[in-house]
């Protein structure tokens, strides 16, 4: 296995207020991945991106890019670092290719037209290159400032809540645009609350809550666990309660004994289905009049999981 390209160890971080925003953060990025950090309002995960790219002085711990000590080997650590922040902000004035220049020039990169090109051409922005940035729609002005994170030739990407303020259709338009970018061999961490958003494209995700990590895992993992696979059955007659054979069946009944709901894991939904619930209606005598299957996503373990340490 290569080396993670990020590796966190013990990191703390307390503001000159008092407020203890990272409570030791140990965390390992693998090279290539699409990391979804989650988290509600508040947890720290501004704060652990600042200190990742030299905004924020840890109170403590380490942080490694690519084996490099980001305190010691400040700059070249940087340098491999793409940061898109959470607050917007760029000179409205200037042109699109010339922001982009110029953020390559602030990490100390010779000037590179065909580089330039390359990016905005990957982000669809070749066309607008001499527009300047406050003609530009949302959506355009959005891919402008992940021009402007990619331009020095990153390996580590951040995006800090991407899809804040932004409507259903560009932040479609969003992630298809980040798959590609990991496609082309970008890491990628990504700050969230929209659990659809993790759901849609992260390979691992990790969620912190109050300056801690309290969970990191696969997301494929995480579903398979934690998720449940939900069936609701119309019963086409009402029964007084679930028949003694379905005794030791996962089965709830609605107080006018019409609904049935079976409640399964998602891992077990994979494996075998509704199939058998469905044979034993049957050899029961029980017709239904429908059957509507509803998988927990995300957001509900994650609501779960935060409300669970309130
Ligand atoms: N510069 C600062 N000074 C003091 N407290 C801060 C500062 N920045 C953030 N905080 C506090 O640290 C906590 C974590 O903030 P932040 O990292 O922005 O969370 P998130 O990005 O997950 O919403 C919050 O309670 C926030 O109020
Ligand atoms: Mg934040």
Redesign the pocket.
């Known amino acids: 296995m290569s080396a993670p390209i990020l590796a966190i160890t013990g990191l703390t971080k307390t503001?000159?207020?008092g407020?203890q925003?990272l409570k030791g953060i140990d965390l390992e990025i693998r090279r290539g991945e699409i990391f979804a950090l989650l988290?509600?309002?508040?947890?720290?995960?501004?704060?652990?991106?600042?200190a990742v790219c030299g905004l924020?002085r840890p109170t403590g711990g380490t942080i490694r890019v690519n084996g490099l000590d980001a305190a010691r080997d400040w700059r070249s650590a940087r340098a491999r670092i793409g940061l898109v922040p959470?607050e917007l902000s760029t000179d409205m004035f200037e042109t699109v290719a010339n922001t982009v220049a110029f953020s390559r020039g602030l990490f100390g990169k010779p000037r590179d037209d065909a580089a330039v090109e390359r990016v905005l051409r990957a982000l669809s922005l070749w066309e607008k290159r001499g527009a300047k940035i406050m003609q530009l729609s949302g959506g355009m002005k959005r891919r402008v400032l992940i021009a402007k994170a990619l331009a020095h030739d990153p390996e580590l990407l951040f995006l800090?809540?991407p899809s804040a303020g932004v409507d259903v259709e560009l932040r479609r338009e969003m992630w298809a645009m980040i798959l590609k970018l990991r496609d082309q061999g970008v890491t990628i961490i990504l700050?969230t609350h929209y659990i659809e958003e993790a759901e849609e494209m992260a390979d691992r995700i990790g969620v912190?809550d109050k300056?801690k990590l309290i969970l990191v895992e696969p997301k494929a993992d995480l579903l398979g666990r934690l998720g449940k696979t939900e069936a609701t059955i119309t019963l086409a007659k009402p029964i007084e309660a679930i028949p003694a054979q379905f005794a030791d069946w996962p089965l709830a009944i609605s107080d006018d004994g019409l609904t049935l709901t079976y409640t399964i894991t998602a891992a077990e939904a994979e494996q075998r289905g509704l199939a058998p619930l469905v044979k034993a209606l049957d050899a029961a005598g029980m017709d239904f009049k429908a059957l509507d299957t509803h998988r927990s996503s995300l957001e509900d373990i994650f609501v779960d999981l935060v409300e669970g340490r309130a």
């Open positions: 503001y000159e207020s407020h925003a988290g509600p309002n508040g947890a720290g995960k501004t704060t652990l991106i600042g924020v959470q800090d809540e700050t912190i300056g």
